[in-house]
């Protein structure tokens, strides 16, 4: 399924191709493109960000990025795809070149 992946250590946005598993997608694909264990997913817009669950609670340099109609800053990389009416991962509604220009990357220095 096509996604579109939010790289904050090479600060690039590019699609991607995540492995379908069963109506959905393979959960643990998603999170292995994240870098993560956990995730949780926000609303922007009609797409769907999933981003690491604990990525708030990181410390040292963390890359990041905002991305317009999130009002927060996201701390690490994430994947967007988007949902039908059941529920179900669908491929976003969002182009890559749209992406681009919603993102601002950042570095920051968090301390514990």
């Given at each position: 399924m ?17 492995p ?46 905002s991305?317009t109609?999130y009002?927060?800053?996201i ?8 949902h039908d009416?059941?529920?179900e ?15 601002e990357?950042?570095q ?5």
């Open positions: 096509r996604a579109i992946k939010i790289n904050t250590e090479e600060q690039t946005v590019t699609e991607i191709d995540l379908q598993q069963g109506d959905g997608i393979d959960i643990s694909e998603l999170a292995k493109e994240i870098g993560c264990t956990y995730f949780e997913c926000v609303r922007v817009g009609d797409d769907d960000i999933y981003i690491d669950d604990i990525g708030r609670y990181r410390t040292g340099e963390q890359g990041a990025f991305i109609g009002p927060e800053i701390i690490g990389s994430a994947i967007i795809l988007s009416f059941n529920g991962s669908r491929e976003p509604h969002a182009t890559v070149d749209q992406i681009r220009g919603d993102v990357f950042r920051l220095s968090i301390s514990e």
